[in-house]
Nanobody, 126 residues
């Protein structure tokens, strides 16, 4: 069992930056691929970014590529999402998720995730 707690959300102006953190409990964090998803009001949850258990492989949604960076620190049981050049379309609740697959390739579908955090709200004003 893994518990995930997100932090770092808030209100930011367009063009600004935020860094989200997701702290995980348990000794098996380093064996999970980790991902960030987001859900805007009235929309479905969508993939944002993922990182492999080692940190050596990443994947990004086209909408955030070049602006967001996912990383992890296995010593701290934490995964991060650095978000730059934010725009109002990035406004959403951001969720951290853990995937305990043994596959080497990171997965991006919400149904593939095994554990979820409760989310942190990011609001970007124009």
């Amino acid at each position: 069992q893994v518990q995930l707690v997100e932090s770092g959300g808030g209100l930011v102006q367009a063009g600004g930056s935020l860094r989200l953190s997701c702290a995980a409990s348990g000794r098996t964090f380093r064996s999970y691929h980790m991902a960030w998803f987001r859900q805007a009001p009235g929309k479905e949850r969508e993939f944002v970014a993922a990182v492999s258990w080692s940190g050596g492989s990443t994947a990004y949604a086209d909408s955030v590529k070049g602006r967001f960076t996912i990383s992890r620190d296995n010593a701290k049981n934490t995964v991060y999402l650095q978000m730059n050049s934010l725009n109002p379309e990035d406004t959403a609740v951001y969720y951290c998720a853990a995937d305990r697959t043994t596959a080497t390739v990171v997965r991006t579908a919400p149904y593939a995730m095994d554990y979820w955090g409760k989310g942190t709200l990011v609001t970007v004003s124009s």
